[in-house]
């Protein structure tokens, strides 16, 4: 980690290896193995690393941007948060929009969320 980096980029990486960071022996969706696994989904999807995660994207995001988005499921958390959160407002003057994008074509309304 850099050493300018801010305190919370240090507490986040520490929650993500705390929650997220596996080691054994897994079977990747490739079929290849790895003996170490991250589901970085256990850190955004908890409320502690939601507000991590969120200081962390403030921290390096530019002042001027309006929106934040990404790949639906590894995106998703991290943008609605971001966005959501009271920090962002408190931060910037205008609001920060959130937007989800599917990989591969969907039929409204007839998913599992």
Same mark, same amino acid.
Request: glycine residues 8%.
């Given at each position: *980690? ?8 240090? %507490? ?5 290896? %705390?929650?997220?960071?596996r080691r054994g022996d897994f079977v990747l969706k490739s079929g290849r193995r790895s003996n170490w696994f991250v589901d970085a989904k256990q850190?955004? !999807?908890?409320?502690?690393? @939601?507000? #991590? @995660? &969120?200081?962390?994207?403030?921290? &390096? #995001? ?7 988005? /990404? #790949?639906? *499921?590894? %995106?998703?958390? &991290? ?20 937007? /989800? ?9 007839? /998913?599992? !969320?």
């Open positions: *980690m850099r050493p300018d980096a801010p305190p919370s980029l240090s %507490a986040l990486r520490d929650h993500l290896l %705390a929650h997220s960071v850190t955004a !999807c908890r409320p502690e690393g @939601m507000l #991590l @995660m &969120v200081d962390g994207v403030l921290s &390096v #995001l530019p002042e001027d941007v309006t929106a934040i988005g /990404g #790949l639906t *499921m590894g %995106a998703d958390p &991290v943008a609605f948060a971001t966005a959501a959160s009271p920090s962002a407002s408190a931060r910037r003057p205008r609001t920060t929009a959130a937007a /989800g994008a599917s990989p591969a074509p969907s039929t409204p309304g007839t /998913g599992w !969320c």
